[in-house]
């Protein structure tokens, strides 16, 4: 069914309501969206505040199958066939109606969800291909999205975002690795760690070693490529704040990249820039953005 019809107070509280999740739960994305323009930054923290449901599925299920069931939901939402009356589901509600705005792409939503099906399971990452493609259906398609929203003919953004979210992802997978290793999960790529002579479950053993190590490594080269791919792609077309804004969050890449490489334990030690030194990141973004410069 398609999104019933909500009176402005309604939807105002629905838009509130993805804020304040982001707010929560989202922060780097959060103040990116501030820089935007105000008439369009509820409908960006709608769509990130979709991001988050689907992305935290298996942090709020305990089983796979309930997880299945929720990601399945909403891919009947986004098509039109969900059950019941979203306008109970503030996220819901405020997606729907972003989407219709701005004639979203339904089905990059879709894949969106489909993709966090791997994250329900302990599968292994077969290969970085694999990978890069898990992170163009998520981070890339969400970057790719915002720019929808901020400018329909926004050109060049393909390559942007496609290159921007790989880089923004595979970085965020490193710095949860603690997490995911300790309930078994391993996003580093099979082929990755075969190069270093690491095995899939010495992986999330907890026990730091070399091979370990010099996977990490690997693959934090790769994000710095793709970061270096997504700046050669960047123009002009994103020198203002108001477009440029989703894609402020790439200024923290390198940082959190540089931090990352300090580690000496993966397993015990999180890492990333600190919550200052990512709002003072932001907010110098988006000056060099508004001055014409790129900014990561």
């Not at 219709?100 to 399971?121: G, Q």
């Not at 393909?158 to 603690?178: C, K, Q």
């Not at 993966?266 to 110098?284: C, I, T, V």
Request: aromatic content about 8%; charged content about 20%.
């Amino acid at each position: 069914m398609e999104n019933p019809a909500l009176d402005d107070k309604a939807l105002d509280e629905a838009y509130a309501y993805c804020a304040a999740q982001v707010q929560a739960q989202d922060r780097d994305r959060f103040l990116a969206a501030l820089f935007a323009p105000q008439d369009k930054r509820r409908h960006l923290l709608a769509l990130y505040a979709y991001n988050l449901d689907v992305a935290r599925v298996r942090e709020v299920v305990r089983e796979a199958l309930p997880g299945e069931v929720r990601l399945a939901w909403w891919r009947e939402v986004i098509e039109g066939e969900g059950r019941g009356d979203v306008s109970g589901h503030p996220v819901a509600a405020a997606l729907l109606d972003t989407v219709a705005r701005f004639r979203l792409p339904r089905a990059s939503l879709i894949a969106m969800a489909d993709a966090r099906v791997f994250d329900l399971y302990d599968d292994p990452m077969p290969t970085v291909g694999d990978l890069e493609g898990y992170a163009g259906e998520t981070a890339s398609a969400l970057l790719q999205l915002s720019a929808l929203i901020l400018l329909p003919d926004v050109g060049r953004s393909g390559d942007l975002a496609g290159h921007g979210g790989v880089a923004i992802a595979m970085t965020g997978l490193m710095r949860a690795f603690p997490i995911h290793a300790a309930r078994g999960q391993c996003y580093i790529p099979v082929d990755v760690l075969a190069r270093h002579g690491v095995g899939r479950e010495e992986a999330v053993s907890g026990t730091v070693t070399p091979g370990l190590l010099a996977a990490l490594a690997e693959l934090r080269e790769t994000a710095a490529r793709h970061l270096w791919e997504a700046r050669e792609a960047a123009g002009q077309t994103y020198a203002a704040t108001s477009v440029a804004a989703p894609f402020l969050p790439l200024a923290l890449v390198s940082g959190d990249l540089k931090a990352l490489a300090r580690v000496s334990d993966p397993f015990r030690q999180p890492a990333g820039l600190s919550p200052f030194r990512r709002q003072f990141a932001l907010w110098w973004a988006a000056q060099q953005a508004v001055r014409g410069r790129i900014w990561f």
